[in-house]
């Protein structure tokens, strides 16, 4: 645990997730401190994913709680998380491929009253005032993620890379106060990994805190100064990149499996 004396933005405690029988995340508990990059490690099928659909919502906790700035968010419905800060990306994502980027980003924006009709009606000039603000809210984060130049493809158009820096400006259209990473360099290329390193980074020195899934090592090794090693559901040993990696308890984790 690193020293701080903020209280954790995020904390979560006890969490714990069955599947028919089999305990996928069992009594993890996690204090995300404020505009910390924590790294998560582990080998597949750890738990690591399971554990960020416990702490968005989208799978219901068996047991344990989760705070997001000291509120109680353990029952809260996804959306309610989002509203309350809890941004995520997904492994493998998924943008609306007929519409365009832009369009993409503008659709994380979370105050849409244009999408309630009796709002058109009734304020159709606030509805337009608020579609130009998110337009050039979103604009300006597709140039943070240097996607400018594609902002009226489709996004089918875009790269696995592209892909990636598309999430990562979705998700700050809803003003996270934390973001859930889940492995943002799995199916990059080389020459857009640095790129996305740099925008993490940058995402942090914004004072936004960050829970980062992921087996690039060379990824977590610049952007991490602790990583929890999940195996099997647990906690398995928790410090800095360099240090855990020569653990021989995490290496075995690491090689189980792995043909001889
Ligand atoms: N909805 C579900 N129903 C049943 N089993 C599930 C479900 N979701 C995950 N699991 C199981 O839980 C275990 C952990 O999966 P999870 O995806 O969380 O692991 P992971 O650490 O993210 O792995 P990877 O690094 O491969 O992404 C796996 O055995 C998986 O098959």
Known sequence: MIETDQAPILSACG???????????????????AAEILGIIGPNGAGKSTLFNLLAGAVPLDQGTIFLAGRDLSRA??????????????QIPRPFPRMTVLENVMTAAQNQHGESLVSALIAPRRVMREEQANASRARDLLDFVSLS??????????????????ELARVLMAEPRVI??????????????????DRIAAINGLGIAVLLIEHNMEMIARLCPRVIVMAAGKSLAEGAPADITRRADVIDVYLEGMPA
Do not use: C, W, Y
């Open 15 to 33: 969490v714990t997730k069955s599947f028919g029988g089999l305990r996928v995340v069992d009594d993890m508990s996690i204090d995300l401190a």
């Open 149 to 166: 130049h594609l902002e009226d493809q489709p996004a089918s158009v875009l790269s696995g890379g592209q892909r990636k820096l598309l």
């Open 77 to 90: 419905r996804p959306e309610a998380r989002i509203k309350a800060g809890l941004g995520r990306t997904f």
């Open 180 to 197: 859930l990473l889940d492995e943002p360099a799995a199916g990059v290329n080389p020459a857009l990994l640095d790129l996305i390193i």
